[in-house]
Nanobody, 121 residues
């Protein structure tokens, strides 16, 4: 089970930190990803991190503003989001995949419920 939290309403230029707590899986075996889905759009990858945390991937739209991190001792993954803009408004999902290639294709093994992020202008 993946439980995301930390969403909310923030003004443009502000920051939020999303967290995702995992249970029921061997967390340190899974690559983790954050995805988002804006109204009327497809769900897309935002950021991902390998099982050991040594490598990360970011969508071009968030590079330099978002940072993904994980704490394998606490079975958690975080997404720090800075310099938020209204274009970042979406439901954000955390997800887990055994294989890194699955992260890139969105074919995750487990999905959590989303958390809404709304950025006002």
């Amino acid at each position: 089970q993946l439980q995301a939290s930390g969403g909310g309403l923030v003004q443009a230029g502000g920051s939020l930190r999303l967290s995702c707590a995992a249970s029921g899986i061997t967390f340190n075996r899974y690559a983790m990803g954050w995805f988002r889905q804006a109204p009327g759009e497809e769900r897309v990858i935002v950021a991902a991190i390998t099982a050991g945390g040594r490598s990360t991937h970011y969508a071009d739209s968030v590079k330099g503003r978002f940072t993904i991190s994980r704490d394998n001792a606490k079975n958690t993954v975080h997404l720090r989001m800075n310099s938020l803009s209204p274009e970042d408004t979406a439901v954000y999902y955390c997800a887990a995949a055994i294989r890194w290639v699955s992260v890139m294709t969105g074919g995750m093994d487990y999905w959590g419920r989303g958390t809404q992020v709304t950025v006002s202008s």
